[in-house]
């Protein structure tokens, strides 16, 4: 609108000036040409009035308009923006909130924290990944592979995802399908040693012996510094009838960690598989030697020593070792970062490394939580066995001793040691969340449902951390 009054006014400008030309052009006409100007600008100074009046009629009338379009349903949106920037705000603070809680093994909050962000955002492929992971250290496996699947329907292409729903199937006993989903993690990332140790095994497992050496030889080139990868790959080759190859791979898992029973084990293995009972026995010698300083006292081993012996052998010294649980299959591994383990191993440990003289309960429990660590529960068990004859009334080691007898399935007897721990220190909250897992795999779900309200409750509690022991195993 502006603009054509603006054109209106050039208009009347060129009309006058027009009129000037005209009149210099033919002197003889000039008086008329003056009236006619004359007229002319009056005409104009009337329609300048007009003019300025439309002006402020329209500016007006444009000021009204944006006040109208202010209640108009489009701005009213607009103006709904920030609530919806908030929402999407809570949304990411339960995501954070969710990972700081599984940052200390508080899965249970952690999937609660986690479910609010998909309540608001549904097509959060990252918490849905994160809950996922939270049931699965739960052993929720069905729950874990489901949202592993939600979370790949909106990022199809997440090697983790695959990998993390790769070890849930495998946990179910539906190995095709876990193989199928390590096929998918490796198509998509194809350097990631954890993926191939994982396929590595569940080819060995399926006797397809030729594609397990290669998954496990990948994993070699890609991680030179691997123990499992050597050890996974040595008990494939001693299958295939290639001793000597086995024996070599042993020994690059000894010095990589040489205070791996493991390897010392798979040597040991080797040698009886190339008829040399000798260095089996040298070996199995090595074990034992080894499990005694690191004080993990294996009584199979001190049996098979005796029955070597029996063949006339050289004789293995026994170590000296307490009673220790029946061995029985540990539960899958956890996801994200998901540790793939083949076989059970220790990072490396310096062999020099002094033993107190008098050892304290303290010593006892970290060394039992550093065997928890490296998944050997049955020697993480018995060094907590001894720090608790030390100090019956150290929480921390019935809660690390709980923790390993739930990974070796005997849950009555994790749920004994997590509640020991709470009677020790009733603010525990790791002590709940274990012993919730414990109680709900002895179908005991109203019990579980309540230790995870305590371990919430004492979670977010105002506690001061003084008072409160830090969520561990």
């Known amino acids: 609108m502006f603009r054509g009054l603006r054109f209106i006014a050039v208009g009347l400008a060129v009309s006058v000036f027009g009129g000037w030309l005209i009149a210099q052009r033919n002197p003889q006409a000039a008086p008329d040409t003056l009236e006619a100007i004359q007229e002319t600008l009056k005409q104009l100074q009337a329609q300048v009035k007009s003019l300025q009046e439309t002006v402020k009629r329209l500016s007006k009338d444009n000021k009204n308009g944006k006040n109208l379009a202010l209640s108009s349903p489009a701005?009213?949106?607009?103006?709904?923006?920030?609530?919806?920037?908030?929402?999407?705000?809570?949304?990411?603070?339960?995501?954070?909130?969710?990972?700081?809680?599984?940052?200390?093994?508080?899965?249970?909050?952690?999937?609660?924290?986690?479910?609010?962000?998909?309540?608001?955002?549904?097509?959060?492929?990252?918490a849905l990944l994160h809950r996922g992971y939270a049931f699965y250290q739960l052993g929720e496996y069905a729950s874990a592979a489901s949202d592993f699947t939600k979370s790949l329907a909106i990022q199809p292409n997440n090697s983790?995802?695959?990998?993390?729903?790769?070890?849930?199937?495998?946990?179910?006993?539906?190995?095709?399908?876990?193989?199928?989903?390590?096929?998918?993690?490796?198509?998509?990332?194809?350097?990631?040693p954890d993926s191939l140790l994982l396929r590595g095994r569940l080819n060995q497992q399926r006797?397809?012996?030729?594609?397990?050496?290669?998954?496990?030889?990948?994993?070699?080139?890609?991680?030179?510094?691997?123990?499992?990868?050597?050890?996974?790959?040595?008990v494939a080759l001693r299958a295939e009838g290639q001793v000597e190859r086995s024996l070599a791979d042993c020994d690059s898992a000894v010095k990589i960690n040489p205070n791996s029973v493991s390897a010392y084990l798979c040597r040991a293995a080797s040698y009886l598989k190339m008829d040399a009972p000798g260095p089996a026995?040298?070996?199995?010698?090595?074990?034992?030697?080894?499990?005694?300083?690191?004080?993990?006292?294996?009584?199979?081993?001190?049996?098979?020593?005796?029955?070597?012996?029996?063949?006339?052998?050289?004789?293995?010294?026994?170590?000296?070792?307490?009673?220790?649980?029946?061995?029985?299959?540990?539960?899958?591994l956890e996801?994200?970062?998901?540790?793939?383990?083949?076989?059970?191993?220790?990072?490396?440990?310096?062999?020099?490394?002094?033993?107190?003289?008098?050892?304290?309960?303290g010593y006892y429990d970290r060394l039992g939580r550093a065997r928890s660590d490296?998944?050997?529960?049955?020697?993480?068990?018995?060094?907590?066995?001894?720090?608790?004859?030390?100090?019956?009334?150290r929480a921390t080691a019935f809660n690390a001793r709980g923790y390993a007898h739930l990974r070796l399935l005997k849950f009555d007897l994790a749920v004994?040691?997590?509640?020991?721990?709470?009677?020790?220190?009733?603010?525990?909250?790791?002590a709940y969340h274990n012993r919730a897992i414990a109680l709900r795999r002895t179908g005991d779900r109203n019990a579980a449902a309540e230790d995870d309200r305590k371990a919430t409750a004492l979670a977010s509690s105002a506690t001061p951390p003084a008072n409160r022991l830090a969520a561990q195993r």
Do not use: C, W
Not at 211 to 229: I, N, T
Not at 288 to 316: D, K, Y
Not at 374 to 393: G, W
């Open 207 to 234: 006797n397809e012996v030729q594609k397990a050496l290669a998954d496990y030889s990948a994993a070699v080139s890609m991680a030179p510094g691997s123990e499992l990868a050597y050890l996974g790959r040595a």
């Open 335 to 361: 996801p994200s970062p998901i540790p793939v383990a083949v076989i059970p191993a220790a990072p490396p440990v310096p062999v020099t490394r002094p033993r107190p003289a008098n050892p304290d309960a």
């Open 416 to 430: 004994a040691d997590f509640s020991e721990a709470i009677r020790l220190n009733p603010v525990y909250v790791n």
């Open 281 to 332: 026995v040298e070996q199995l010698s090595l074990a034992m030697l080894t499990a005694e300083t690191l004080h993990q006292p294996l009584p199979l081993l001190q049996e098979v020593g005796q029955s070597l012996r029996s063949t006339g052998q050289p004789s293995v010294t026994p170590a000296p070792s307490a009673p220790a649980p029946q061995s029985e299959p540990a539960p899958a």
């Open 160 to 192: 983790r995802a695959y990998l993390a729903r790769a070890l849930s199937y495998a946990a179910l006993g539906q190995n095709a399908e876990a193989l199928a989903d390590a096929d998918e993690a490796i198509l998509r990332d194809p350097k990631n």
């Open 75 to 126: 701005l009213t949106r607009d103006a709904q923006a920030p609530a919806r920037v908030s929402n999407f705000q809570k949304a990411q603070e339960s995501y954070k909130q969710g990972q700081r809680l599984e940052e200390q093994k508080l899965s249970r909050p952690a999937i609660e924290a986690y479910s609010h962000a998909i309540e608001v955002d549904q097509r959060n492929d990252a």
């Open 374 to 393: 490296e998944e050997k529960f049955l020697d993480a068990v018995n060094l907590l066995n001894s720090a608790i004859e030390i100090d019956p009334t």
